[in-house]
């Protein structure tokens, strides 16, 4: 079964630093791997996802993700970011065998301080 | 296109009652999924349905049951509410539900067991 682990259960970054948000999965061969981010009293929406190729993927509002076979990691970043981008962060993986769900990490509370 | 709409968006029932909750998904989706959102537990998978049938189901009671109809809108139903069902329960429709294909999720449906 796969799964996701997010460590850090809150991230505190100044405005304008980099943001860095983590995440490792298990699965059983290759993945496909996705992070969503949910605002307060909203469903969570897509940021962008790794299926194959370049190993860093560039998706919404200025979000990327670096996809690292090796040590089992899809970490988020953003070089910069806003007061806006404080939210909550989901990492999410799917095995490629199968009728295999979507298993979602525990989220990651990301605070943006002006 | 229109987006994942669920209502009602806001239910409070009391203990012993039951709730039917619904959820149109985007045109062309075939895959509906539904989640419970709690702040203790986190977001928890509940069953996933395509093309009328449930394909995957997490680890819920029995009480909890859902259903999908041809148009691919889905229900879910609790029967017996406990005051532990208080949670968001967010909807999330997807085109196969499998491989790549990113979910895309409706805002949820509070509901508060009193």
């Known amino acids: 079964a796969q799964s996701v682990a997010q460590p850090e259960d809150q991230v505190n970054v100044a405005e304008g630093n980099p943001l860095t948000v983590k995440c490792t999965y298990s699965?059983?061969?290759?993945?496909?791997l996705f992070w969503y981010v949910q605002y307060p009293n909203r469903g969570l929406q897509f940021l962008l996802k790794y299926i194959t190729g370049d190993n860093l993927v560039k998706g919404s509002y200025g979000f990327e993700a670096e996809f690292n076979k090796s040590q089992t990691s899809f970490h988020l970043k953003k070089p910069s970011a806003l007061v806006s981008d404080s939210a909550l962060y989901f990492c999410?993986?799917?095995?490629?065998?199968?009728?295999?769900?979507?298993?979602f990490g525990k989220g990651n509370q990301v605070v943006v301080i002006p | 296109k229109a987006g994942v709409t669920q209502t009602p968006r806001y239910l409070i029932k009391t203990r012993g009652q039951q709730v039917t909750l619904s959820c149109s998904p985007i045109s062309g989706h075939r895959s509906v999924s539904w989640y419970q959102q709690t702040p203790g537990q986190g977001l928890q998978f509940l069953f996933e349905?395509?093309?009328?049938?449930?394909?995957n189901k997490g680890n819920f009671p029995g009480r909890f049951s859902g259903r999908q109809f041809s148009n691919s809108r889905s229900e879910m139903n609790v029967s017996t509410l406990e005051l532990g069902d208080s949670a968001l329960y967010l909807c999330?429709?997807?085109?196969?539900?499998?491989?790549?294909?990113?979910?895309?999720f409706g805002p949820g449906t509070r509901l508060t067991v009193t």
């Open positions: 999330a429709s997807s085109l196969e539900g499998s491989g790549a294909y990113e979910q895309y």
């Open positions: 349905y395509f093309s009328e049938t449930q394909r």
């Open positions: 999410a993986v799917r095995g490629r065998q199968g009728n295999n769900r979507l298993a």
């Open positions: 699965v059983s061969g290759n993945p496909y």
